[in-house]
């Protein structure tokens, strides 16, 4: 294997190229969705697990040609060539390694890569995917204060945008895949010999070639595909979108009773409450400790109570195996022989937790059926879910060239990023076999391509510093371009102390990301919210309950992302077009939230205010201060300690959680409809929302309702608003209109007759100062 975590990589000069035409085969999958593979195999193989779509709706409005010489081109509906490869030397070989050469254009920018932390935009730079564990695997000072690629998720994916055209190239190899974005390889910038800057270019040290090739052409087209390529999220449990508390050193009852008595006393709504390895009965997986539990039936009886209280628990499942003759795990696994194994064909032994420790070979499938027994097993204990860690995998200070796969028969390399993925497979079905109606959650370190079928993602063992919270919003966004749109940050930073500047900015940035979990090491000062003071636990915990809040909305992006693949978090450039007055392309610190909310915290230390670019095309109401702002604009913004800059899109109808949430329980049947709309807007607000009991598949079966509200200011200044029952199939919805129009009357329509409401004075607090609006009575549709 490759030497790691450096930039080296292999560079075209070192590769013959085939100037046939017939060195690449196209095949078009449907909807600009096309895979590049040799016509000659030259003996490559491809031992992917990945899940990947063989059709894709659509028609395709771009075509896709190699010319005699070999060149790829890539033309758009007018006939304009928008992508091409280097003449004459687009595929090449070196021995085993190959590697795809396209022309690089002034106008590029790249995004994507899955989990990467140098930039959000990645225009120079030359990068590898190799799963790692960081802790182990990089200086501490460099993991503290600057950029650690590769990280634990390999996505081999990215994104090239010219102005507002979007194309994407995803290298589906689970080997060392390399990328140069036209990088400089030399110093001497004068030498002709480099075609670096000319060209960019992808491969992998071996196998099949075996790329897809996206057209968008514009960005939310090109992210519906890429989701329907490696397959869409499944709708969670809506306690998975909640708050969650975890700690290394949470171990058993005593820590989860007191969670669970903290959380209520204060008011603080929290659904997860998580457990690290302490539980375990010495790091044993599958274990409870005897000290802390007493026994297994006592667990199960805690974790119901817990359940009936509201809080779920997650535990983390570590995929190592203690070698201890006894351990029924452990002699299971050797008398089933699903253990990966060394190159003298005996059990691999790594040395992380537990000691010595054998791993679950996920490549075959015995070894995932043996996990998911066990996890079933797991399940049935009362634990709520899976948290999947040392998945990369981690061996410890063991090198992992002697890890192999398949009874000994492949080599590392051939599987090693994608085993997070086998795992994640293995565990899911676990799940779904201890309760067959009921929605899993699994949270996953590593991943793969189409691990966003069977798991979310966090970022890993960040710091708790200002460079890794600047960090974040980068490295979600990036995450969720590659097609893993569940994802997030630990809030506060996992390792060192916490501060209590860093922990409130922290909850403001993260409060509204995709997933939002406090977790901290137990070598670090406490940061439970209420751990940093009394003014400090009562801005945590309104973000905290904001969260609650926006539940709804929050998971109505969650349900399109299962039917059609909508991003939820994104960049601003997903939608609002490049101009050159307003270049959005390498804004990092602001974000989407969803196609209604605008988010711009403040990420860097002692500041109290920020910029902020409101993209053109629509106005901007700030969530808080109350106010509209022009869009196409960049304002300064205050942002003391307890507000963040929020900001709701003109023409947008919100779905909120109606009344206080000083606890988690949300019924999906009861909500505040916020129209951002005033007597100026001109526009309609459409939007689509879905009730349903939040936990089951009861959904997929008709127990779901689903409205068509549409609204708009009449002539005469009020608010219309129509209602079109979709489907009914999870009882009448409860509704409070909120306005922030002046008008002060509502004329309903229905499917069955209209009716005028009175608006009357109604005020909320969000991310600053009190609101004022205007609220209808509650109504039943």
Known sequence: MALLYTDKIPHPANFVFSGAK????????GGDVFRLRARRGHGWRNPSQAKLAARIEGASTHGVTVLRDGTLRVKDARGRVVLSSVPGATLGRSGPAWLLQLRHERDMQFYGL????????????????WNTDLIADYPFDQIRHDHTNPMYVSVPWVIVKRGNFYAGILVHHPGEVFMDLASNFIWNAEDKADLARRSFYVGAPDGQPDVYLIIGPDLPALTRKLQALVGRTPLPPLWALGYHQCRWGYAGPRHLNWLDREMRRRGIPCDGLWLDIDYMDRYKVFTFSPREWGSRAKAKRTLAALRRRGRRVVAILDPGVKVERGYEACDDGLKRDIFCRNREGRPFVGFVWPGQTYFPDFSRADGRAWWARRVTDFARSGMAGAWLDMNDPATGMVTLESMLFDRGRQPHESYHNQYALGMAQASRAGFLAARPDERPFLLSRSA??????????????????????????????????????FNGADAGGFADDAS??????WYKAGFLFPFFRNHNSALARAQEPWTFGKSAERILARYVRLRYKFLPYLYQLFVAQEQSGEAILRPLFHDFADRKAQSLGKISDQFMVGPALLHAPVVDQGKAARAVVLPAGCRWFSLADGRWHQGGQTLSVRAPEDTTPLFAREGSLVPLRAGQTADQTTDLREIELHVFLDETTRREAVGEYSADDGATFGYQRGRRTTVRFSARIERDGSLALGVEKLRAGFGPLRVRVVSYASAGRLTLATASDERRLVLRPFSWQ????????????????
């Open 22 to 29: 017939d060195a690449l085969a196209v095949t078009p999958l």
């Open 500 to 505: 209590r500047e860093l922990i409130l900015a």
């Open 114 to 129: 899955g989990e990467h932390s140098r930039d959000f935009e990645k225009s120079g730079q030359r990068v590898k995917f």
């Open 448 to 485: 793969f391509i189409s691990s966003s079928r069977y798991t979310a993602v966090w970022t890993g063992d960040n710091m708790s510093n200002w460079h890794h919270l600047r960090m974040a919003i980068p490295v979600t966004l990036g995450l969720a371009l590659s097609g893993i749109p």
């Open 766 to 781: 969000a991310t600053g100062r009190r609101l004022e609006a205007r609220a209808s009575a509650w109504f039943t549709v």
